[in-house]
Protein backbone atom coordinates (compact mmCIF):
# COMPACT_ATOMS: atom_id res chain seq x y z
CA UNK A 1 0.00 0.00 0.00
CA UNK A 2 1.21 3.39 -1.23
CA UNK A 3 1.54 5.90 1.55
CA UNK A 4 0.87 9.75 0.69
CA UNK A 5 2.25 12.65 2.85
CA UNK A 6 1.30 15.85 1.92
CA UNK A 7 3.23 19.19 2.88
CA UNK A 8 3.47 23.19 1.31
CA UNK A 9 0.37 24.32 2.83
CA UNK A 10 -0.14 27.50 5.46
CA UNK A 11 -1.31 30.82 5.79
CA UNK A 12 -1.61 33.22 2.84
CA UNK A 13 -3.31 36.44 1.71
CA UNK A 14 -5.79 36.74 -1.14
CA UNK A 15 -3.98 36.84 -4.65
CA UNK A 16 -0.93 34.80 -2.72
CA UNK A 17 0.39 31.27 -4.15
CA UNK A 18 1.13 28.09 -2.69
CA UNK A 19 2.91 25.14 -3.87
CA UNK A 20 1.77 21.84 -2.52
CA UNK A 21 3.89 18.90 -2.53
CA UNK A 22 2.54 14.95 -2.13
CA UNK A 23 5.06 12.41 -1.97
CA UNK A 24 4.67 8.50 -2.16
CA UNK A 25 6.01 5.76 -0.60
CA UNK A 26 6.33 3.79 -4.01
CA UNK A 27 5.52 4.55 -7.52
CA UNK A 28 2.96 6.75 -8.53
CA UNK A 29 3.32 5.65 -12.49
CA UNK A 30 2.25 2.23 -11.54
CA UNK A 31 -0.92 4.03 -9.49
CA UNK A 32 -1.61 5.77 -12.92
CA UNK A 33 -4.38 8.92 -12.19
CA UNK A 34 -3.54 10.93 -9.08
CA UNK A 35 -5.97 13.57 -7.87
CA UNK A 36 -5.48 16.51 -5.24
CA UNK A 37 -8.51 16.98 -3.42
CA UNK A 38 -9.82 19.53 -0.44
CA UNK A 39 -11.85 19.95 2.68
CA UNK A 40 -13.44 22.67 3.97
CA UNK A 41 -15.25 23.29 7.48
CA UNK A 42 -18.25 21.31 6.95
CA UNK A 43 -18.39 20.43 3.52
CA UNK A 44 -17.75 17.67 1.46
CA UNK A 45 -13.97 16.84 0.47
CA UNK A 46 -14.28 17.25 -3.36
CA UNK A 47 -11.87 16.76 -6.31
CA UNK A 48 -9.43 19.68 -7.40
CA UNK A 49 -7.46 18.67 -9.63
CA UNK A 50 -6.14 15.33 -11.52
CA UNK A 51 -3.40 14.27 -13.53
CA UNK A 52 -2.87 11.03 -15.72
CA UNK A 53 0.75 9.34 -15.66
CA UNK A 54 1.42 10.89 -19.02
CA UNK A 55 0.33 14.49 -17.99
CA UNK A 56 -3.38 14.82 -19.15
CA UNK A 57 -5.13 17.00 -16.61
CA UNK A 58 -8.41 17.67 -15.34
CA UNK A 59 -9.53 20.60 -13.06
CA UNK A 60 -13.10 22.17 -11.38
CA UNK A 61 -14.24 24.68 -12.31
CA UNK A 62 -13.52 26.63 -9.60
CA UNK A 63 -9.78 26.28 -9.94
CA UNK A 64 -9.42 26.33 -13.12
CA UNK A 65 -6.63 28.93 -14.71
CA UNK A 66 -5.41 29.29 -11.05
CA UNK A 67 -3.95 25.95 -10.08
CA UNK A 68 -1.74 23.87 -11.77
CA UNK A 69 -1.37 19.94 -11.21
CA UNK A 70 2.09 18.56 -11.96
CA UNK A 71 3.89 15.28 -11.32
CA UNK A 72 7.37 13.90 -11.36
CA UNK A 73 7.31 10.33 -12.13
CA UNK A 74 10.96 9.44 -11.02
CA UNK A 75 10.41 11.50 -7.63
CA UNK A 76 7.28 9.77 -6.77
CA UNK A 77 5.77 13.27 -5.97
CA UNK A 78 3.13 15.11 -7.44
CA UNK A 79 2.56 18.89 -7.12
CA UNK A 80 -0.59 21.51 -6.84
CA UNK A 81 0.85 24.84 -7.51
CA UNK A 82 -1.68 27.51 -6.60
CA UNK A 83 -2.14 30.79 -8.01
CA UNK A 84 -4.49 33.96 -7.01
CA UNK A 85 -6.11 32.49 -3.98
CA UNK A 86 -9.35 32.87 -2.42
CA UNK A 87 -10.73 33.25 0.68
CA UNK A 88 -13.10 30.16 -0.60
CA UNK A 89 -9.71 27.86 -1.31
CA UNK A 90 -9.22 27.52 2.50
CA UNK A 91 -9.26 23.88 3.31
CA UNK A 92 -7.32 20.76 4.18
CA UNK A 93 -5.86 19.33 0.90
CA UNK A 94 -5.52 15.42 0.21
CA UNK A 95 -3.40 14.03 -2.50
CA UNK A 96 -4.89 10.36 -3.58
CA UNK A 97 -5.17 8.03 -6.54
CA UNK A 98 -8.51 9.15 -8.60
CA UNK A 99 -10.81 6.98 -8.09
CA UNK A 100 -9.86 7.68 -4.63
CA UNK A 101 -9.21 4.62 -2.58
CA UNK A 102 -9.99 5.10 1.56
CA UNK A 103 -7.03 3.13 2.91
CA UNK A 104 -4.95 5.85 0.96
CA UNK A 105 -6.21 9.12 2.52
CA UNK A 106 -3.02 10.70 4.19
CA UNK A 107 -3.42 14.01 7.22
CA UNK A 108 -3.77 16.61 4.57
CA UNK A 109 -2.23 20.02 4.37
CA UNK A 110 -3.70 22.82 5.41
CA UNK A 111 -4.24 25.45 2.95
CA UNK A 112 -6.02 29.17 5.04
CA UNK A 113 -6.06 32.49 2.90
CA UNK A 114 -6.67 35.45 4.77
CA UNK A 115 -5.70 38.93 5.75
Known amino acids: QVQLVESGGGLVQPGGSLRLSCAAS????????MGWYRQAPGQQRELVAR???????YYADSVKGRFTISRDNAKNTVYLQMNSLKPEDTAVYYC?????????WGQGTQVTVSS
Open 26 to 33: GSIFSIGV
Open 96 to 104: NRFPSVSSS
Open 51 to 57: ITRNGNT
